[in-house]
């Protein structure tokens, strides 16, 4: 069943990533309308998510953000098509760096880094990233279920010299390169929730506690990476823009959970700035109030 619906899939998929942008937008507008208005793609989380992260807002004013995030999602999800064929020039024109030397400096410092962002505006172009930069470029995701499907994204991410490694293999392979001096830039999308058995930290997320992957910063803490932020912003429809910034000089000279904090700040300040660009399907307030005295320590496991 797997490989019938790739098949049935596939063909559709390399079609609207040879559209033109034009005309993959008009798409875009077409599909947001059946989401949105005929099935409500998961419109009560996006409206509960929005009235617990923004409860200063108006409902009107909340309801405007809505709208636009539906559409903002389905852009962004036919621009993750659209990259099976986009070519070098459209990408790097489309998804621009700010401060390119930070990749230079950090380089230079030969260690490897642990590059934090959020689910926002486009992750998924990021890895573009990959291109310039002479260290290897490895995103950390979730497995796709078909695993015909999880072979194209690694293939379309190879098309971008960037490498996806599975979350649960993800400290073997970064021990492994440390070991053997193999730099590489790590990217962690850190901001949504963690399974609440798996749950050791917690902190404040848009004025809840809630549960806090702590992976990358473990990792940074143990194996001496250097961490950047990657703050994300979308300039216009189809064109976004990065800036890297650095979170802390020395990792392992700042007490336990501090770069997780500090990273969910700017993950907050990226929310207030534009809401409509955060991924507010996922459920990341749902466990929310489930905190047990024992949540409290950073699971370190041994290397």
């Known amino acids: 069943m797997q490989l019938l619906a790739f ?57 405007t953000i809505e709208k636009k995030f539906f559409r903002h999602m389905c852009d962004m999800f036919l621009e993750m098509i659209k990259t099976m064929n986009i070519s070098d020039k459209e990408i790097k024109d489309r998804f621009v760096f ?10 230079e410092k030969g260690k490897s880094v642990a590059l934090l962002c959020a689910h926002y505006a486009s992750w998924e172009w990021l890895v573009v990233m990959a291109k310039y930069t002479s260290f290897r ?24 010299h960037a490498e996806l490694v599975e979350s649960k293999k993800s400290i073997e392979l ?30 404040q997320f848009m004025g809840l506690e809630v549960p806090v992957h702590t992976g990358a910063e473990m990792l940074a803490k143990k194996l001496d990476l250097n961490v950047l932020f990657v703050k994300v912003e979308k300039v216009k429809r189809g064109h976004y823009q990065a800036t890297l910034m650095p979170l802390v000089e020395n990792p392992k000279s700042v007490p336990d ?31 929310s109030g489930k905190k047990k005295a024992t949540d409290k320590t950073m699971n370190v496991p041994t290397l």
């Open 7 to 63: 098949v049935l899939a596939y063909p559709f998929l390399w079609c609207v990533s040879m559209l033109p942008f034009r005309a993959l937008y008009i798409f875009s507008d077409i599909i947001c309308f059946f989401v949105y208005h005929v099935f409500g793609y998961r419109k009560q989380t996006v409206r509960k998510n929005l009235e617990i992260a923004l409860p200063h807002l108006s409902i009107t004013e909340r309801r």
């Open 98 to 107: 700010t401060n390119m030397e930070m990749i230079r400096e950090y380089e």
């Open 137 to 160: 470029s490895i995103a950390i995701y979730k497995k796709i279920g078909n695993k015909y499907f999880d072979k194209l994204v690694r293939k379309i991410r190879s098309r971008l």
């Open 174 to 203: 970064i021990q492994y390169n440390n070991a053997n001096k193999i730099k590489a830039f790590y990217g962690f999308a850190s901001d949504q929730s963690p399974q609440l058995s798996k749950a050791k930290y917690w902190d």
């Open 257 to 287: 959970y501090e770069i997780t904090s500090i990273y969910l700040r700017e993950v907050e300040k990226q929310i207030l700035e534009a809401p409509e660009y955060y991924f507010w399907t996922h459920n990341r307030w749902k466990h």
